[in-house]
DNA sequence: TCCATACTTCGGTTAATATCGAACTATGAA
DNA sequence: TTCATAGTTCGATATTAACCGAAGTATGGA
């Protein structure tokens, strides 16, 4: 009864170690070129070129050539899915080694994906950005408003000089812990660099969990008007 | 940034095809000797006891013995999910060899899903329970109403009894062939415990396939409002 | 034009593992 | 006890594929 030997085809590509690391940071939603992804997994670029082209074959990544880069992203939210479904799997049995509690809170609360925020206080600022009208979101991106101009600018935001910049401007990230699109790209990116030298934000050491400062609450709910008792664990 | 290193083991156990068979055929929930499973999966005895140890060193399967047999079963829900979701991404993709068949056409109207109902007929009868306002879906599981509450007592279900389980209550689980959410979770086994009490479905033998009676079309009018002429092939 | 960078393809080596024959243990029946 | 069946472990073999060095293609910039 040779039933479904296609799911063994999908599951032999993300059982390698190399194909695993390269999947899993891609579950942040962000694209990432070939070099940076063979670095992640801990293989020569000729290797890591190999296993992408087996993952794209796959139909679990899809390539996006720009100049001579190829940025790789998950092919589809359902890779995402499957990728999900298998942790949980890992999660599960013998303790192995299961990873603390309280930085996993942190991390859901806040964290950095790539170079921008991500978590709860992600999206939820993203929202709030949304609602107060200096966003407006499509599924792939977002667009400042004539409002939104003049208050990123006013919080210190250089939006013509970001503009000249590659990268996409304002891409809507898809957040894996909240399942929520949160504001990336260079605007993004600019936002996190801001929200660090103003002091409302800190980076936690070596991992990628981002703790909310006194004044970093008491400036959202200033400038824009977020409760951030509002967000749960691990604000404080 | 070794990340997630663990996900790699889970998925290439499944990467095998022979264990990938295997693990396709215990999706129906039932238990099956080593014996069974070598001969399904094409694999003489001993080799398939190397696959199995390692499938329950991995945690996937479960062993029972009984007298000179053991019964290997899924380990629990969670692998049957994630099974689930890889057959979801082997759906996606080129078409390199889609077997139709008539089975196959039967599967895709109503099968197990390890304890629940899945396929065409699962999916719409989901759906039908949310229209009637019975259930209230969320991205990964289902509340039940006031409404929902009356109605399944009324079909003999005790919600109290399901809800005190330690397995979650009513989660929403990934169909392969529709690629849409059904009802899954201690709610749905018990439904699917209870059409088949009732006569409404019956199992055909050795597969995964559901067949639909005609007390079963009557009952599903009846009861929940849903038209089964409008399910299309493989209900009759 | 020339060079640097990003990425790929090719070829040979090496490590991992799926496979089965043979032999072993455990249970049930005569 | 003796035999048959279910399942296992062990050892040898063969296939697969991950890996990297070397060399190739494509793009961007000077």
Redesign the pocket.
């Known amino acids: 009864m040779k039933c479904n030997p296609y799911i063994a085809e999908s599951a ?1 590509l993300i059982g ?3 194909r695993a690391g390269m999947l899993s940071v891609l579950m942040d939603g962000q694209a990432r ?3 940076e992804l063979a670095h992640i997994a801990g ?12 993952l794209r074959e796959g139909n679990l990544l899809a390539v996006e050539r720009q ?4 940025y790789y992203r998950l092919a589809s939210e359902k890779v995402a899915q499957a990728l999900e479904a298998l942790m949980v799997l890992s999660r599960d049995g013998p303790p192995r080694f299961r990873p603390p509690g309280p930085r996993d809170a942190q991390m859901r609360f806040a964290r950095t994906c790539y170079d921008h925020l991500a978590g709860r206080l992600g999206v939820t600022l993203t929202d709030a950005f949304v609602d107060l009208g200096y966003l407006i979101g499509s599924a792939e991106e977002f667009t400042v408003t004539a409002a939104g101009e003049i208050a990123f600018d006013k919080f210190g935001l250089d939006l013509k000089e970001l503009r000249r910049r590659k990268r996409s401007f304002a891409r809507r990230c898809l957040d894996w812990s909240e399942r929520r699109g949160h504001l990336g790209g260079a605007l993004g990116a600019a936002l996190f660099i801001q929200f660090q030298k103003t002091g409302w934000i800190k980076r936690q050491n070596d991992t990628r969990a981002v703790r909310l400062t006194r004044a970093g609450a008491h400036g959202l709910a200033q400038e824009f008007g977020i409760d951030v008792k509002l967000l749960g664990d691990g604000a404080a």
């Open positions: 032999a390698d170690p190399a070129t070939a070099t293989v020569s670029p000729q290797t890591a070129s190999g296993h992408l082209a087996k100049g001579r880069h190829r």
